[in-house]
Nanobody, 115 residues
């Protein structure tokens, strides 16, 4: 059974950092793309960062230079390192993957950036 479980969200002040973790089961994160999405209140879900099977990384313009994505193949996890957080980064962050016609989402983890 494929499952994605995110953790690491919380309340932080502007300028601080957080690391989100996505634990995968039922498949190997190294077999294909892994993505982090986020959904701000009242907005559609947007792609934040991706890491390919060959560890090619892509970022949304809004987070490039502040966020990084990495993968631990041994632990079958994907991480999103978020630095210099801004209030506009407040959102629910989701881990996502797709294999062929099938796709899976985690339950999401809330990140709130506020002073």
């Amino acid at each position: 059974q494929v499952q994605l479980v995110e953790s690491g969200g919380g309340l932080v002040q502007p300028g601080e950092s957080l690391i989100l973790s996505c634990v995968a089961s039922g498949f190997r994160v190294s077999d294909g793309y892994m993505h982090w999405y986020r959904q701000r209140p009242g907005e559609q879900r947007e792609l934040v960062a991706s890491i390919s099977r060959f560890t090619i990384k892509e970022f949304a313009d809004s987070v490039r230079g502040r966020f990084s994505i990495s993968r631990d193949d041994r632990r079958n996890r994907v991480y999103l390192q978020m630095n210099s957080l801004k209030p506009e980064d407040t959102a629910v962050y989701y881990c996502h993957t797709q294999r062929g016609d099938l796709e899976w989402w985690g339950q999401g983890t809330q990140v709130t950036v506020s002073s």
